[in-house]
Every structure is written in C-alpha cells, then in structure tokens.
C-alpha cells in the first residue's frame, strides 16, 4: 500500500525558512514523479513545483529562486526548501507521488498535507 506523509510545516516570519519533507512507503521515488502542490481556502490546488521522472523540475514562478526540491538517496523522501517566505506563501502543502507501473497509467497518491503559515 503506497503511502505518502508530509511534514514540516509551521509558523514562520517574513523572510525565514521552513524545510518540508515527503516520506514515501510502499514504493520509491527513484524512477517516478515527485511535486508539491499547495491551496488556501480561497484558491484552487496551485502547483509549487514537479520534479519528472526524467530529472526535468518545474517550479511555479512566483517561487523561483527561493524554493528547491531535492530527494535523498535512497529514495523515499523528497524535501521543499522554502527560503525568503512570503505571506502569500501561507498554505497547506500537499506533496504528490506518481508512480509508474509497466504497462499501466501512472497512478498519483496524495499526502494529507501540512500547513505552512508566513506572518508579517
């Protein structure tokens, strides 16, 4: 049973860091899609940025710059690094996993999310 878990979020001032992470059980990360998406109650489901299975990272333009995603070596989480944080920042986190199983459609599983909140 493929399982996907955020943390790391918080409470954070203009200007600081959070780092979130996205630990993955009943797959890997190795060879399948990786993303963080976020939403606030006013907005749709937003993507933050998607890491490909070919190694191509997309990050929405209003976090260029100042977020980075990274996965670690044995490929079972993928981290956020968030810097410079922004009041539109605030959010709840939602990280995506896409997995790739041969001869069928990749399948996406959904963490429950975290929320990050940016005060001024």
């Known amino acids: 049973q493929v399982q996907v878990v955020e943390s790391g979020g918080g409470l954070v001032q203009v200007g600081g860091s959070l780092r979130l992470s996205c630990k993955l059980s009943g797959s890997t990360f190795r060879g399948n899609g990786a993303g963080w998406y976020r939403q606030t109650s006013r907005n749709q489901r937003e993507l933050v940025v998607y890491?490909?299975?070919?190694?191509?990272?997309n990050y929405a333009d209003s976090v260029k710059g100042r977020f980075t995603i990274s996965r670690d070596n044995e490929g079972n989480t993928v981290y956020l690094q968030m810097n410079n944080l922004k009041p539109e920042d605030t959010a709840v986190y939602y990280c995506?996993?896409?997995?790739?199983?041969?001869?069928?459609?990749?399948?996406?599983?959904w963490g429950q999310g975290t929320q990050v909140t940016v005060s001024s």
């Open positions: 890491s490909s299975t070919g190694g191509a990272v």
């Open positions: 995506k996993a896409v997995i790739i199983r041969l001869g069928r459609r990749p399948s996406d599983y």
